[in-house]
């Protein structure tokens, strides 16, 4: 059998003995700087960069973008004129859509489980009321000459303001809320009557076009529900067009046609400060507001 090596305990001990006692070599230490390390640029890096214009426009919703021009408005102000000349040209029914979701957005601010036409009720959505007014006063004063000169468009727009958005609205019962709304129906009142008057005698012929879109039949429906208001419009188409009937004919004296002229230049003296109810200058701002509490 091959010899085996074995240490005896004695020759174990004295080795490590002889291994604590050998002199230790020093250990260089690592001495780390705080130096910054650059990255080699790979060519195939990806820099980051901002949304074009175009793309943030598309992006936005209605509400953000319409945040957007305001500030830029009122830090630029001379930047209006040319948004406005660059506006596309806004159709009737937009605008009435415009009215229409305002009254949508006081409808649902309303209070649960309290009378719609309280005053706790109006106070609740009075900022968005307010809105509404304002908003009604612009797109009014921007479909009347010279802005726009057809007179057909600017009644059946105020017609179908009266027929299709304001029957929307919630009839509140608080005393500013009525005097806002009576002053609107005072405003249409001298409105139509001034552009169905105009319409009548800028052509002879249009008395077809008011009795082939029944103009005569609307105003009795607007009468029935805001209780003839608009009782003298409704008279005067009625006249018109009996008078086309019993005449026979379109063409009329040229002496009736400029009594009628002169008569509608004394009713509108002083009707262009009574019609400025624009938002520079409407019945929500300034001494109104007074004549409301003092009711």
Avoid at 17 to 45: D, G, Y
Avoid at 126 to 152: A, C, H, M
Avoid at 259 to 272: M, S
């Amino acid at each position: 059998m091959p010899s085996t090596f074995v240490l005896s305990p004695k020759r174990v001990a004295k080795r490590k003995q002889q291994h604590l006692e050998e002199p230790q070599q020093p250990v260089a230490r690592r001495i780390i700087k705080n130096v910054r390390c650059k990255k080699a640029k790979s060519p195939f890096a990806t820099f980051g960069v901002r949304l074009p214009i175009g793309r943030t426009l598309e992006t936005l919703d209605r509400e953000r973008l319409y945040q957007l021009i305001t500030t830029l408005v009122h830090e630029h102000p001379a930047i209006v004129n040319t948004i406005i000349e660059k506006s596309p040209i806004l159709t009737p029914q937009d605008a009435l859509d415009t009215l229409s979701n305002k009254i949508s957005k006081i409808n649902n601010g309303l209070p649960y489980k309290v009378d719609a036409t309280s005053d706790y009720a109006f106070l609740r959505v009075k900022p968005l009321v307010d809105d509404f007014f304002q908003s009604l006063s612009d797109y009014t004063l921007s479909y009347l000459p010279p802005v726009e000169n057809d007179l057909s468009i600017s009644t059946g727009f105020l017609k179908n303001i009266l027929l299709q958005v304001l029957p929307q609205m919630p009839k509140f019962s608080a005393v500013e809320y009525r005097y806002f709304y009576n002053v609107t129906m005072e405003k249409f009142n001298h409105i139509l009557e001034n552009n169905i008057s105009n319409f009548i005698s800028d052509k002879k012929q249009n008395i077809l076009v008011i009795i082939n879109d029944d103009w005569l039949e609307q105003f009795k429906n607007i009468n029935k529900y805001y209780q003839n208001a608009f009782a003298n419009i409704e008279l005067l188409l009625k006249s018109e067009i009996e008078n086309y009937y019993n005449a026979g004919m379109l063409i009329l004296s040229a002496t009736a046609g400029e009594d009628l002229e002169n008569d509608q230049n004394n009713k509108l003296e002083g009707l262009e400060n009574l019609l400025n109810f624009a938002s520079y200058n409407n019945p929500l701002i300034g001494s109104a507001m007074g004549n409301v509490y003092d009711i």
